[in-house]
């Protein structure tokens, strides 16, 4: 931890900065720093990350510490202002990130559950005793915004999909010829919200030509069970 303008800060060991106005859930610092579960490479120059469940940022600021471009998606409005702010706190790298406040799976406007002001378990599928109406849009809309504001995808020699959006990823899988995009697509699925578990994600994107990998991202997972909340891997 560290002061800074009198407000305690948390330093990362990449030496990112994450304020402490809010509490976080602190195995979501563990997996990102200690257990490095969204590590890709050491240089991600060129590359960019579509980071769909962006919570607050910590995700975000760890690809664009690396060199990538990254597109940070939230739809809980706490969180998405808390994400802000962090990258406020990082000014080297934070012209990197683009942030967009919305639910991605379906079009329109969607009901989020919480059970925290700051949750990293906020879902359209859960049952917090909060809720929220939020804006929503498909993946293939959220790729339409992504151009409208001058990005060119092609420009990026490694293009890659990551999800952690508690169960809107059994939607997304499903927008097969925009899933083509990718190199890579990486899914933290909550099956367990849906009553679901990776078989239906592992068969769409085998059948795209990825190859897939299933891991334990935390302790929790194998208590959930393995077929209903890992973490998957898949690359062409």
């Known amino acids: 931890m560290i002061l800074k303008d009198g407000k305690t800060l948390l330093k990362m060991p990449d030496g990112v900065l994450l304020s402490l106005e809010e509490f976080y859930d602190p195995i979501v610092l563990v997996e990102t720093w200690l257990y490095e579960i969204h590590f890709l490479g050491f240089d991600l120059s060129d590359w960019l990350v579509i980071d769909i469940g962006a919570y607050v940022g910590d995700s975000a600021l760890y690809y664009a510490k690396r060199g990538a471009f990254v597109i940070a998606v939230e739809p809980l409005p706490r969180n998405y202002e808390i994400m802000v702010k962090n990258l406020e706190l990082n000014p080297d790298i934070k012209n990197r990130i683009i942030t967009i406040n919305a639910a991605i799976g379906h079009e329109g406007f969607t009901e989020i559950t919480y059970g925290r002001f700051v949750d990293g378990g906020a879902s359209i599928y859960g049952d917090g005793k909060f809720s929220t109406k939020v804006r929503s849009m498909s993946l293939s809309s959220l790729i339409k915004e992504i151009t409208s504001m001058g990005i060119d995808l092609d420009k990026f020699k490694v293009k890659v999909l990551k999800m952690d959006c508690k169960g809107c990823e059994y939607d997304i899988?499903?927008?097969?010829?925009?899933?083509?995009?990718?190199?890579?697509?990486?899914?933290?699925?909550?099956?367990?919200?849906?009553?679901?578990?990776?078989?239906?994600?592992?068969?769409?994107?085998?059948?795209?030509?990825?190859?897939?990998?299933?891991?334990?991202?935390?302790?929790?997972?194998?208590?959930?069970?393995?077929?209903?909340?890992?973490?998957?891997?898949?690359?062409?």
């Open 173 to 236: 899988i499903h927008e097969v010829e925009i899933l083509k995009l990718f190199d890579i697509i990486k899914i933290e699925y909550s099956g367990y919200l849906r009553g679901k578990d990776y078989h239906e994600l592992k068969k769409v994107l085998e059948d795209l030509g990825f190859k897939c990998r299933v891991w334990a991202h935390n302790e929790y997972a194998p208590k959930i069970g393995l077929d209903k909340h890992p973490h998957m891997h898949k690359e062409v």
